[in-house]
C-alpha cells in the first residue's frame, strides 16, 4: 500500500497548495505527534488546514484533530518565527520530493522533505537553517543539517531545470543503467531477483527522474510499446528508442495536463476486502462499502483500468483525495486501538466471572463428594463395622501402630476382604482409618444378566472379563476417612453436615462474589473510560461556520435573523456589510449595549418586523448593556435601516461602533432582564424532508407574513405575544385561538369591522353557554372559591362592555368563561342577584350556603349511638357557646381546627391580593399595547 509522496504527487500538491494558501496567514502551528504537524492558515471568511507528515506526505485536510496540550519545542521555535507571516508562494524544489513554502517575499522559507526518514528545515532568506525536526550528520548521499549552516538546494534533483528529453539522454540513461545493473551482479554473495517488464521501468525511472515508475506503466501501456523489452534491446534498435521517447513525450503530456488547472482530480486505486471476524489491524484502509485503499493517484492509470479486482474512486481535487485516503487509515488505527481496549476490558471482565465461577463450582463439587461418602458408607455399614472392629480389637490388644500397618499389609497380599477395604498408611494419630469403599450407585446389577448371555464364553474370557470388572470397580472406590470412635451412620452423619456446611459457604461466596464480580466490573469500565479519554478521538469532518457566526445571533419566534456585535469593531462590521434596506436597527440609550440588526426576509424586505421580534432584540440590547449588572429594568428602541448614518454633524467626531441616529426613535416597552440558551442542530441534506413540518417558517409563511390574520404561515407565530405579555387579554375580535396572530400584527385589530367581530362572538358564545358540557359534575370547594375571583372579573368586564359598547370584549371574556365547567355553573345562575351583589357578599353567601348544607346532611344513624348523645347532651345542657370555647382552648382541641380556618383566611387574603395584582398587570400592559399601537400607526 502506498504510504509516501511520489515527485509527481508532490508537484501536484504544490501546484494545488500555490492555488489555496497564496495570500493566507498562518494562524497557528499544532503537534499530532512527534512527526506530524497542523498548520492553521486563515483570512478573513477563509480557513485552511495544512496537515504535514514528515517524510511521507502533506495536504489539506477537512477533518478535525485533537492536538497536543503543549507544544513542543520544534513548534514553538516555528511559532517564534512564522505566527502571523503570510503565505507569498508554494512550490517544488526542481523534481525532487521537497517542497517549499516562503513567507513574507521570501523572508522565512520552510522546506519538507518526503524522503528517506523526512524533515521540516526552517531557513531565512539565505537559506541559513533557523529550525529543524531533526539533525542530520553528513553522509555519503547526504549533507549535513544543523542549526546556523546553510541549506543547499543545488543538490536536489533537477534544481538548475529539467533537462529536455532527447534520444541522446535516453540512451545516455539506459547505458548507465545497464552499466549500473552489471557491477552489481558482479559483487560476490548478492543475489538479483529479475522481474520480467521490470528492468526497463527501473533504467527510465533511475534515468528520467521526473517521471514516478507507475506514470511509465501509463505512459508505456498508453502508447502500446512493449514493457518487456529489454534497455539493451532499446539501446541496438533506433525504432525502439524514437517509440520509447514517444512514450516517455506521453508521460510529460499526461503531467502537463494534470497541472494545467487549478484543482486536479485525484483517484484512490481499492480493492475488495476480505471479510474479518477480528478488527483491522489497522495497517490498511476500508471505506464504508468494504472497500480497501491500496492507492493513490492524480491521474488514471490505464494498465490498471481492466483489472476487475479494482475500483477507482474518483474525487474532485488531489488535496481531498490525499486527505480522504490517509484520514481513513487514520481512522481505522484509531477505532481498531479503541476495539483493543474494550476487548481488554471483557476479558478481564470475563477472567473474574470465570474464576468466582470455579469458586462455586468447586463448592458444588465437594458439596456432592461429601454426599457421595456419606451413601457409600451407608450402603457399606457391614463392612464399615468389621473394618473398624478390626482396627480397633488390634489397638485394644495394645500392638504397635507399625505392627498393625505391617500386619494389614501382609493381609491384603492374602487377599484379606476386610484387609483390601482399609488404605495405607494408616492414621492412627487422628484416631482414624481410610477405607476404600464402592460408591452407592455402582452396585453390579447387570452381573446376572452377563452370566445368563455369555454363559458359553471360554473361562479364558471369563477370567479376563472378571479381572477388568475388578479393576474398574477399584477405580471407582472412593477413599473415606473413617472416625474409629463413632459408628458407620455417625460416620456418615458428618459426611452430611460437611456437605450443608459446604452449602451455606457456597449461598455466602455466591452473594460475594457478586458484589466482588460488580465492583471488577466498575473497576474495569472505570479504567476503560479513562484510557478512552486519553486515546485520541475518532476524526471528524470540520464543519464550515456560517457567516453570521462570528456575532451574537439568535433566531427568533416568529423565524428573523437577530445579529449583535460582541465589541465596537463587530458592530462597525454589522453596519457596513449586513445592514441593508427593509432591515431594522435596535439599540439602547446605555452604556455597554450592543448594536442588533435584524434582517428581513430577502423576499419581503418591506415587510413589518412583528413586534414579538423587536421586543426580543430589545431585550438583547438591554442585556448587553450596564444594566444587567444594576438589574435595572430600561427600555430599547428601534429605527429602520435608512434613519442609521455614519456622518456626524459638523464639529462632532463618531468612535467606532458610534452611529449617528436620524428621525424619531420608536421605543420598546421596558425589557425583562433575561436570557435563554438553545441548541441549535444542523441536519444533513438527506433529512431535511423529514423536518419540513418543524421548521419556525417556511418560503410561503415569509410571502405572506405581512397579513398573518388569515395566513397559515402565522402558526409559527402563535404564542409571540404569550412570551411577551404572558398575563395580557388584548382586545381582540376574535376568540383565543386567532388573538396570538393578533397580537402579533395590532394594527390589524383597529382596521377590523364591528361586523366581523359579531360573526366571532357568533360563533364562540353558543359554546361557553352550553349548559350540558360539564354541568352535571358537581365543582370542588377549592375550585369554587378561585373561580368566584374569575367570575367578578368576567362580569364586571361584561358591565363595562354593556355600558361602553365594546362587544369583543364580552366575546373574549365569554371564551374565558368556556374553558371552565365550574365557571358555566356559575354563569347559569341568576344574574340579577349577582349584579346586585358585590363578589365579596356573593362569596361569603356561597361559603354560608355551603356550610349549612353540610351541617344539614346527616349520615345514616349508627346503633348504640343514641344513648350516648343523650349523655353528653345531659352533662352540658348548662355549658353555654363561651363556656365550651374556654374548654376546647383548655383541652388544646381547638389547635387544628383554628389552624385551618387562619389557612383558610390567609388564602382567601393571597387570592385577593393575586387578583388586584393581575388587574393592575392587565392595565399596566393594555396601556403598554396601546402606546405601541399609536406608534405603529405614527410609523406607517
Known amino acids: 500500500m502506498k504510504q509516501r509522496f511520489s515527485s509527481l504527487d508532490v508537484r501536484v500538491i504544490a501546484h494545488e497548495l500555490s492555488a489555496s494558501l497564496v495570500s493566507l496567514r498562518l494562524a497557528n502551528i499544532y503537534d499530532l505527534s512527534t512527526r506530524i504537524f497542523l498548520l492553521k492558515f486563515a483570512k478573513p471568511d477563509r480557513r485552511e488546514q495544512l496537515l504535514i507528515d514528515s517524510g511521507f506526505r502533506c495536504h489539506l485536510t477537512t477533518f478535525a484533530r485533537s492536538t497536543a496540550a503543549a507544544p513542543s519545542p520544534f513548534v514553538a521555535r516555528l511559532r517564534k518565527f512564522l505566527r502571523t507571516r503570510r503565505v507569498t508562494?508554494?512550490?517544488?524544489?526542481?523534481t525532487d520530493r521537497v517542497l517549499e513554502i516562503q513567507f513574507s517575499e521570501g523572508q522565512y522559507r520552510l522546506f519538507l522533505e518526503f524522503y528517506a526518514g523526512g524533515n521540516i528545515v526552517l531557513t531565512d532568506g539565505d537559506l541559513t537553517i533557523l529550525g529543524l525536526l531533526r539533525n542530520v550528520s553528513e553522509g555519503a548521499e547526504h549533507e549535513q543539517y544543523r542549526l546556523g549552516l546553510k541549506y543547499d538546494l543545488s543538490l536536489r534533483q533537477n534544481y538548475g531545470g529539467v533537462p529536455p528529453l532527447t534520444k541522446e539522454r535516453v540512451r545516455d540513461g539506459l547505458q548507465r543503467a545497464i552499466e549500473r545493473q552489471q557491477e552489481e551482479a558482479q559483487k560476490p554473495g548478492k543475489k538479483i531477483k529479475k522481474k520480467s517488464g521490470d528492468a526497463l521501468r527501473k533504467a527510465l525511472a533511475v534515468t528520467t527522474t521526473e517521471f514516478p515508475p507507475v506514470l511509465l506503466d501509463h505512459a508505456l501501456f498508453s502508447t502500446g510499446y512493449d514493457r518487456a523489452t529489454q534497455p539493451e534491446e532499446v539501446i541496438a534498435s533506433e525504432e525502439l528508442l524514437e517509440n520509447l521517447l514517444k512514450s516517455l513525450q506521453e508521460a510529460q503530456n499526461t503531467i502537463n495536463q494534470?497541472?494545467?488547472?487549478?484543482?486536479?482530480?485525484g483517484y484512490i486505486l481499492a480493492k475488495q476486502g476480505k471479510p474479518r471476524d477480528s478488527p483491522a489491524d489497522g495497517e490498511e484502509g476500508e471505506s464504508s462499502n468494504g472497500l480497501l485503499y491500496d492507492d493513490f493517484h492524480p491521474f488514471k492509470p490505464a494498465h490498471l483500468a481492466d483489472d476487475t479486482s479494482c475500483t477507482f474512486l474518483e474525487h474532485e481535487g488531489f488535496n481531498k483525495t490525499v486527505d480522504e485516503f490517509f484520514s481513513s487509515l487514520e481512522g481505522q488505527k484509531l477505532e481498531t486501538r479503541l476495539q483493543e481496549r474494550e476487548e481488554t476490558a471483557k476479558r478481564r471482565i470475563e477472567a473474574a466471572r470465570q474464576e468466582q465461577e470455579k469458586r462455586i463450582s468447586g463448592l458444588q463439587s465437594?458439596?456432592?463428594?461429601?454426599?457421595?461418602?456419606?451413601?457409600?458408607?451407608?450402603?457399606?455399614?457391614?463392612?464399615?463395622?468389621?473394618?473398624?472392629?478390626?482396627?480397633?480389637g488390634?489397638?485394644?490388644?495394645?500392638?504397635?501402630?507399625?505392627?498393625?500397618?505391617?500386619?494389614?499389609?501382609?493381609?491384603q497380599k492374602r487377599h484379606n476382604a476386610v484387609a483390601e477395604l482399609i488404605k495405607l498408611p494408616l492414621k492412627l494419630q487422628e484416631n482414624t482409618v481410610t477405607l476404600l469403599l464402592a460408591e452407592f450407585e455402582d452396585e453390579p446389577e447387570d452381573d446376572g444378566y452377563i452370566d445368563e448371555t455369555e454363559s458359553e464364553a471360554s473361562d479364558s474370557e471369563d477370567e479376563t472379563r472378571e479381572s477388568k470388572r475388578s479393576e474398574q470397580t477399584k477405580d471407582k472406590r472412593l477413599a473415606i476417612e473413617i472416625d474409629l470412635a463413632l459408628s458407620p451412620w455417625a460416620n456418615a452423619r458428618q459426611y452430611y453436615d460437611q456437605r450443608r456446611t459446604a452449602a451455606s459457604k457456597q449461598e455466602k461466596t455466591a452473594q460475594a462474589s457478586a458484589v466482588a464480580l460488580k465492583n471488577t466490573e466498575s473497576r474495569v469500565m472505570a479504567d476503560l473510560k479513562k484510557g478512552l479519554k486519553q486515546e485520541k478521538d475518532v476524526l471528524r469532518p470540520v464543519r464550515k461556520q456560517m457567516w453570521f457566526?462570528?456575532?451574537?445571533?439568535?433566531?427568533?419566534?416568529?423565524g428573523y435573523l437577530v445579529l449583535a456585535g460582541r465589541d465596537a469593531q463587530q458592530n462597525e462590521i454589522l453596519y457596513r456589510r449586513y445592514l441593508r434596506k427593509g432591515d431594522v436597527y435596535v439599540h439602547a440609550d446605555l452604556h455597554g449595549a450592543a448594536s442588533v440588526v435584524i434582517k428581513n426576509h430577502t423576499n419581503t424586505p418591506e415587510a413589518p418586523i412583528p413586534p414579538s421580534t423587536l421586543a426580543q432584540a430589545g431585550n438583547l440590547a438591554v442585556c448587553t448593556s450596564s444594566a444587567w449588572d444594576s438589574k435595572a429594568v430600561m427600555s430599547a428602541w428601534w429605527v429602520n435601516s435608512d434613519q442609521v448614518s455614519k456622518t456626524a454633524p459638523t464639529g462632532e467626531y463618531l468612535t467606532t461602533g458610534g452611529f449617528m441616529i436620524k428621525g424619531k426613535k420608536n421605543f420598546l416597552p421596558p425589557a425583562q432582564l433575561l436570557l435563554g440558551f438553545a441548541v441549535l442542530f444542523r441536519i444533513s441534506e438527506e433529512s431535511k424532508a423529514r423536518h419540513v413540518k418543524h421548521r419556525v417558517q417556511d418560503d410561503d409563511g415569509q410571502k405572506t407574513a405581512p397579513a398573518g390574520a388569515t395566513s397559515d404561515g402565522g402558526q409559527a407565530e402563535n404564542d409571540d405575544d404569550d412570551d411577551d405579555f404572558p398575563d395580557a387579554q388584548p382586545n381582540g375580535n376574535a376568540s383565543e385561538e386567532d388573538g396570538n396572530e393578533d397580537d402579533d400584527f395590532p394594527d390589524a385589530q383597529a382596521n377590523m369591522s364591528v361586523a366581523s367581530a359579531e360573526e366571532d362572538e357568533d360563533h364562540t358564545r353558543?359554546?361557553?353557554?352550553?349548559?350540558?358540557?360539564?354541568?352535571?359534575?358537581?365543582?370542588?370547594?377549592?375550585?369554587?372559591?378561585?373561580?368566584?375571583?374569575?367570575?367578578?372579573?368576567?362580569?364586571?368586564?361584561?358591565?363595562?362592555?354593556?355600558?361602553?359598547?365594546?362587544?369583543?370584549?364580552?366575546?373574549?371574556?365569554?371564551?374565558?368563561?368556556?374553558?371552565?365547567?365550574?365557571?358555566?355553573?356559575?354563569?347559569?345562575?341568576?344574574?340579577?342577584?349577582?349584579?346586585?351583589?358585590?363578589?365579596?357578599?356573593?362569596?361569603?353567601?356561597?361559603?354560608?350556603?355551603a356550610q349549612a348544607a353540610q351541617k344539614k346532611k346527616g349520615g345514616p344513624k349508627v346503633r348504640g349511638k343514641k344513648g350516648k348523645a343523650k349523655k353528653i347532651a345531659q352533662k352540658y345542657a348548662d355549658q353555654d357557646e363561651e363556656d365550651r370555647e374556654m374548654a376546647m382552648q383548655l383541652l388544646g382541641s381547638r389547635a387544628a381546627e383554628q389552624k385551618r380556618e387562619a389557612e383558610a383566611s390567609a388564602k382567601v387574603e393571597k387570592q385577593e391580593?393575586?387578583?388586584?395584582?393581575?388587574?393592575?398587570?392587565?392595565?399596566?400592559?393594555?396601556?403598554?399595547?396601546?402606546?405601541?399601537?399609536?406608534?405603529?400607526?405614527?410609523?406607517?
Do not use: C
Not at 370584549?809 to 368563561?817: F, K, P, Q, R, S
Not at 392587565?922 to 405614527?938: N, V
Open 258 to 265: 494534470i497541472t494545467s488547472s487549478d484543482v486536479a482530480k
Open 913 to 940: 391580593t393575586a387578583e388586584e395584582a393581575r388587574m393592575r398587570r392587565k392595565a399596566q400592559h393594555q396601556k403598554a399595547q396601546k402606546q405601541g399601537l399609536e406608534a405603529e400607526e405614527i410609523r406607517r
Open 89 to 94: 508562494k508554494v512550490e517544488q524544489v526542481g
Open 549 to 558: 457566526e462570528k456575532f451574537v445571533y439568535f433566531l427568533s419566534s416568529d
Open 394 to 411: 488390634l489397638i485394644a490388644q495394645g500392638m504397635d501402630w507399625l505392627d498393625i500397618g505391617r500386619l494389614i499389609e501382609n493381609e
Open 766 to 849: 353558543p359554546e361557553a353557554s352550553n349548559p350540558l358540557q360539564g354541568g352535571k359534575e358537581e365543582a370542588k370547594p377549592e375550585e369554587q372559591d378561585g373561580q368566584e375571583e374569575e367570575d367578578s372579573s368576567s362580569e364586571s368586564e361584561e358591565d363595562d362592555a354593556t355600558h361602553g359598547g365594546d362587544e369583543t370584549t364580552v366575546a373574549h371574556d365569554t371564551a374565558d368563561v368556556s374553558t371552565n365547567p365550574a365557571a358555566e355553573q356559575a354563569t347559569d345562575a341568576p344574574q340579577s342577584a349577582s349584579r346586585d351583589s358585590s363578589a365579596r357578599e356573593r362569596k361569603e353567601h356561597r361559603k354560608a350556603a
Open 366 to 392: 465437594v458439596q456432592d463428594l461429601n454426599v457421595q461418602k456419606a451413601q457409600a458408607i451407608e450402603a457399606n455399614v457391614e463392612r464399615v463395622e468389621e473394618a473398624v472392629a478390626a482396627v480397633n
